[in-house]
């Protein structure tokens, strides 16, 4: 999913980030943890 705003022909998905932020804002409902950088 990090590389779900990048163009296709550069290995990402081609989305836009609105759609990039949707998906890491359901990946949060589920689970914090997964959606937040590790601080260390």
């Given at each position: 999913?990090?590389?779900?705003?990048?163009?296709?022909?550069?290995?990402?998905?081609?989305?836009?980030?609105?759609?990039?932020?949707?998906?890491?804002?359901?990946v949060?409902?589920?689970?914090?943890?997964?959606?937040?950088?590790?601080?260390?």
């Amino acid at each position: 999913m990090v590389c779900a705003p990048h163009p296709e022909e550069f290995g990402g998905l081609g989305m836009d980030w609105v759609t990039h932020l949707l998906l890491w804002e359901e990946v949060a409902v589920v689970s914090l943890d997964l959606a937040m950088p590790d601080p260390h």
